[in-house]
């Protein structure tokens, strides 16, 4: 397969993953090389309290295709995933966690299932979400039924890693939850572009902040879904 295809803007999102996140980063950008004409990998550290920050600095500081960006403020992983989208220059942006639950080899999967199919979205859809309790599994299952009811469009897997064509992430977008994904997608695909999608490895999500902060983002999540309903019927009437 010609490397010189396709041009990616890796972007990463990191908070406290000191353990795993250089050996994923590197095993990404190895990836990276054999695949793509250009790239480059972009990093947004939310204002880590363990070492993250600074292991960062130390293996990527002034790197050629690097570009390290530390907030200022804990911005969340919602709205720290979300400028990222906005700031990567290349031709597909590739959203991919590196603090240990993903398998960097899946980066190339996207990427080839992208190439083979002239895909403008590729999903990395989850075949198993090993360690997910019951609850997360069934808001997870809620984040794919709502979009099938309310646009008749399958999202696949809005929450996963996957490869978007950057030209249709540059609009106005109504959600600032986490549904900004699935406006992504559900955008995308109302005006006709290929959404396709590869089987991922997924092992254990972060604890993260339990069903508190799981079922508010539902509830933010669902609000914005509704504001993109009456957005759609307000643009067909």
């Known amino acids: 397969m010609d490397k010189k295809e396709i041009s990616v803007s890796l972007i990463i999102p990191t908070y406290n993953d000191q353990q795993a996140i ?13 695949l793509s004409k250009k790239y480059e990998i972009i990093l947004a550290d939310d204002k880590s309290t363990d070492n993250t920050w ?4 130390e293996n990527f500081k002034n790197k050629k295709n690097y570009h390290l ?3 200022q403020n804990n911005l969340g992983i919602t709205k720290n995933m979300l400028n990222l989208y906005f700031i990567g220059k290349l031709d597909f942006i590739l959203l991919y966690s590196a603090d240990g639950d993903w398998n960097p080899d899946d980066v190339g999967n996207l990427i080839r299932t992208q190439i083979k199919q002239n895909a403008d979205i590729v999903i990395g859809r989850r075949k198993k979400k090993i ?6 599994n069934f808001i997870s299952m809620m984040h794919r039924l709502l979009p099938l009811l309310f646009f008749r469009i399958d999202t696949i897997d809005p929450g996963g890693i996957k490869l978007v ?3 249709l992430i540059h609009v106005p977008l109504v959600s600032t939850s ?3 994904e699935a406006e992504i997608i559900i955008r995308a695909k109302k005006k006709g572009h290929k959404i396709s999608f590869y089987p991922v490895s997924y092992k254990k999500p972060k604890s993260g902040s339990g069903h508190g902060g799981a079922l508010i983002s539902a509830i933010m999540s669902f609000i914005d879904l509704l504001k993109l309903r009456i957005k759609f019927y307000q643009l067909s009437s």
């Open 54 to 57: 600074q292991l960062l600095q």
């Open 69 to 71: 960006i530390r907030n």
């Open 178 to 180: 986490q549904f900004f």
């Open 131 to 136: 360690g997910y309790t019951y609850y997360r």
């Open 165 to 167: 064509r950057r030209k």
């Open 22 to 34: 250089i050996g994923q980063v590197l095993a990404c950008e190895k990836i990276l090389q054999k």
